[in-house]
């Protein structure tokens, strides 16, 4: 005998934490990697919806929930060609929650002459450009997702990652783990190519020696245990990380109070590829020996 599907009507509020509905809305720049997120999210079991009118969202939580099943984990994925797109993604993720569902906003980023550039290596105009230049119609998206951008739980810049580095950002997020635990990425970076635009800690750690200046380290990185051992050798160095992995666990029950599931902790020095990457594996360690969800990326190493 089949389950029979609920029904709903006016009004009618759903339960998708009893059923384990996940919920994922995925907008953000044209040329940002929206294409790879939905495929890497198909990867961990979402049923992805590409390029759903932004109208239909309610119908189609209502419908996944109905279905049961590996519809229960979906995917909808916006952009400005959706048939009805409007700027108020906000209110279409508050009536979501209003009928009971909890879902996670995505915003792909990227810089605008990175997007520039991949846009001209396809020979494809910008959806919004028109009569213009491709940075016409680039400004014109941002301005059109400004609103949504702020509300989104996660931004994933994909200015500097390639697909691969995207596909395996979106499966640490979206993957095995429980979906509601704070999950914390700590990033290396180099400052010399720019502050990560979506961390919400900076760290800097050029408080340290450089192991840039000693030759026999300085065609090493952060991973290896010369360099390792140097950098967290120096006067200050466990301090440091202890008193930011503190900090982090002392402050992680509250945003997951407050529902958020997501924090990333940039640690910089100068070139993303000794010092930082050291403290940030260091920080790794320490945050996951409190049995908080932390992972280590490195965004700079191998640029130099």
Known sequence: MTEAMPEFGPGDVVDPDEAGTDLVVVTGLSGGGRSTVARALENVGFYVVDNLPQALMLEMAELAFAAGGAARRTAMVLDVRSRAFSTDLAGAVRELKERGFSPRVVFVDADDEVLIRRFESVRRSHPLQGDGRLADGIAAERKLLEEAREQADVIIDTSHLNVNQLRRRVEELFGGEDARKLRITVLSFGFKYGLPPDADYVLD???????FWVPELREHTGLEEGVSSYVLGQEGATDFVA?????????????EREGKRYLTVAIGCTGGKHRSVAITEELTSRLSAMRLSAHA????????
Request: net charge positive; no cysteine; glycine share 10%.
């Open 205 to 211: 750690a050029r408080f340290l020696p450089n192991p």
């Open 243 to 255: 008193t930011y992995a503190g900090l982090i666990a002392a402050t992680a029950p509250g945003f």
């Open 297 to 304: 990326s490195h965004r700079d190493l191998g640029r130099e």
